[in-house]
């Protein structure tokens, strides 16, 4: 038998426990001070090259930029800011599909049914421009196979999207050998590395990636700024989906928001030095409430088991007779499915993709992990889920 979760929270817990860092997480301290500086005192315009309040901010937006391309090993021409992945996705997809259509090249992309919806979504409009999309299903494990990509590609194929890491399941990718393939075609070759950086290691001058897409608040940074990595390649000229004062070489108008970027630079710079340490210490907390539902009737894990970031655990429920398990963990806050799709009651498009009944994928709940998570926390969740269930088949049962 199991203790019962206690009532009020044990020593080191305070509610609500949050475990939903896949959706966003708070900006750190450290990065917020740093922000406030470049919204007072540093309010300078980084365009403004005839004084010094404008060379103070071109020179953070320089240390931002070095900063987000060391910790993926990118040139610093090869960084664009935007105002959050959503935006990346769209002008990395847009940007090449258009410019390589305008050089007479192909008609075909390749992306995966699992990607996020900014992806997705962003397919599905140049679609209608008259592209030909393939969107790849994974298999049951949430992965795509080398095979699989492989029978997909035609003559026109000038494109392709892959995530690195899954923002519902967590699961890998194997990007380094996507690339290979892509490379050899001379395919563009995206990946949406938002629920990856800062969580493993990224090597852009070993990876065959073209275009990889960063957004700051997963990784401890503001909302609304992001990234787009663009390799050199002056044969591949992106074009603009904003069209204004030709910032960012042109790729990307607007006056920079030094405040973002700076609080951006810090977040990866902080994420490069924690990422061995705290990725260690997440793993064994992940590992720790896995081993406490993993014995309960009925629990299935979603997404592969091997391939996966330590801060995700994604675990389907037997449903209880008051509804699903997310809908009675009060004071832990954790996502049902994927934090864009909550507000809809419909079942994970993620988890019906890798073939998941609806049932089981409504009754989904998304653990993620991150930098305040605690061993107390993890402890008080694993002791709350054991409750609801063991109280639900003892109910049930007698
Ligand atoms: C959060 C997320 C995005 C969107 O990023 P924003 O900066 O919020 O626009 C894109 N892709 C993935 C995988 C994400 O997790």
Known sequence: MNAPAPCCPPAGVTFP????????????????????????????????????FGWEARRAVD????????????????????????ESNNLALKGTAHALRSQGRGKHLITVATEHKAVLDTMHT??????????LQPGADGLITLDQFRAALRPDTILASVMYVNNEIGVIQPIAALGELCAERGIVFHVDAVQAAGKIAIDLQTLKVDLMSFSAHKVYGPKGIGAL??????????EAQIDGGGHENGMRSGTLATHQIVGMGEAFALAGRLLDEEGARIRALRDRLWAGLSDLP?????????????????????PTRYG????????????????????AAAPSF?????????????????????????????????????????????????
């Open 324 to 343: 699903t398990l997310a809908s009675q963990l009060l004071g832990i806050a954790v996502s049902a499915g994927s934090a864009c799709n909550s507000a």
């Open 229 to 238: 990595y663009v390799r050199h390649n002056p044969a591949l000229k992106l």
């Open 350 to 398: 993620v988890l019906l993709a890798i073939g998941r009944s609806p049932e089981v994928a409504r009754n989904a709940v998304r653990f993620s992990l991150g930098r305040g998570t605690t061993q107390a926390e993890i402890d008080y969740v694993a002791a709350t889920v054991r409750q609801v269930m063991t109280l639900d088949a003892a109910e049930l049962h007698s």
């Open 298 to 318: 009925g629990v299935q894990l979603n997404g592969c088991a091997l391939h996966r970031v330590p801060h995700n655990l994604n675990v389907s429920f037997p």
């Open 126 to 135: 140049l679609e209608r421009a008259g592209f030909d999309v393939t969107f």
């Open 17 to 52: 426990i949050y475990l939903d860092y896949g959706a966003t997480t708070p900006v750190d301290p450290q990065v917020a001070r740093i922000m406030c500086d470049f919204l007072t005192d540093k309010f300078g315009n980084a365009a403004s090259s005839s004084h010094a």
């Open 63 to 86: 240390k931002a930029r070095a900063q987000v391309a060391g910790l993926v090993g990118a040139q610093l021409g090869e960084i664009v800011w935007t105002s959050g992945a959503t």
